[in-house]
């Protein structure tokens, strides 16, 4: 039985075989009141529990399950665009994508370095001519072309010489910057546009009868 002391208002626990023994009488702990414990009963009220899981709770449960559903949601949607941004050096050689890629980097701080594709560039034409007064000078002439989606950076031109017999006789590297005219030396090759190249080599050895384009 819970009682409350009509005086001070402590509220306290007593068992019926004190009220019985003091006639239902009862001393407060806190301010020495005698009263009536029975008359000053407290009733207690339903649970505070039960009521807070009854009302409270359905309202946290619904605010929860939409926050979930968010985050859920921004998740499928981070995951594949942290995937574009990882890749995007290597989706740019996409041909589906890589135009549309390289178009948002243009807004974007994508940080994106040309990417090399040589396999992309095409040989349209080449010649090897001796020269009418040197035979030991060659007049080296190539048009190629960036098939690539994307702009690149020029290649490095690697010429081989052959002789007759299909033998190697000579051998050579050269930068963008020595095929190159000095206006496009520091641009990039773009997407379908013929570049044509001139080169006079001198080679020692008389008898250059084929040759080979390598780009690096």
């Given at each position: 039985?819970?009682?409350?002391?009509?005086?001070?208002?402590?509220?306290?626990?007593?068992?019926?075989?004190?009220?019985?023994?003091?006639?239902g009488k009862?001393?407060c702990?806190?301010?020495?009141q005698?009263f009536?414990?029975?008359?000053?009963?407290?009733?207690?009220?339903?649970?505070?529990?039960?009521?807070?899981?009854?009302?409270?709770t359905?309202?946290?449960?619904?605010?929860?399950?939409?926050?979930?559903?968010?985050?859920?949601?921004?998740l499928?949607?981070?995951?594949?665009?942290?995937?574009?941004?990882?890749?995007?050096?290597?989706?740019?050689?996409?041909?589906?994508?890589?135009?549309m890629?390289?178009?948002?980097?243009?807004?974007?701080?994508?940080?994106?370095?040309p990417?090399?594709?040589?396999?992309?560039?095409?040989?349209l034409?080449?010649?090897?001519?001796?020269?009418l007064?040197?035979p030991?000078?060659?007049?080296?002439?190539?048009?190629?072309?960036?098939?690539?989606s994307q702009?690149?950076?020029?290649?490095?031109?690697e010429?081989?010489?052959?002789?007759?017999?299909?033998?190697?006789i000579?051998?050579?590297?050269?930068?963008p910057?020595?095929?190159?005219?000095?206006?496009?030396q520091?641009?990039?090759m773009?997407?379908?546009?013929?570049?044509?190249?001139?080169?006079?080599?001198?080679?020692a050895?008389?008898?250059?009868?084929?040759?080979?384009i390598?780009?690096?």
């Amino acid at each position: 039985m819970l009682t409350c002391c009509p005086s001070c208002g402590t509220k306290f626990r007593v068992v019926p075989e004190h009220l019985y023994a003091a006639a239902g009488k009862v001393r407060c702990g806190y301010c020495q009141q005698i009263f009536d414990a029975q008359r000053s009963e407290v009733t207690l009220g339903p649970p505070i529990l039960a009521t807070y899981a009854n009302d409270v709770t359905p309202e946290l449960k619904s605010k929860w399950n939409i926050f979930l559903l968010l985050g859920t949601l921004l998740l499928f949607v981070a995951l594949p665009i942290q995937w574009i941004w990882w890749e995007r050096s290597w989706l740019i050689t996409v041909p589906s994508i890589g135009s549309m890629i390289t178009q948002s980097c243009q807004y974007l701080p994508c940080g994106l370095q040309p990417i090399r594709v040589p396999e992309k560039i095409e040989v349209l034409q080449r010649s090897l001519q001796p020269d009418l007064k040197n035979p030991k000078i060659f007049h080296f002439q190539m048009r190629m072309v960036n098939n690539a989606s994307q702009k690149q950076p020029f290649p490095l031109l690697e010429l081989r010489l052959f002789n007759s017999q299909s033998e190697l006789i000579g051998q050579r590297r050269f930068e963008p910057q020595q095929y190159l005219a000095t206006k496009t030396q520091d641009s990039l090759m773009l997407p379908g546009t013929p570049i044509d190249v001139a080169l006079d080599l001198f080679h020692a050895q008389v008898g250059v009868s084929g040759f080979q384009i390598d780009f690096r």
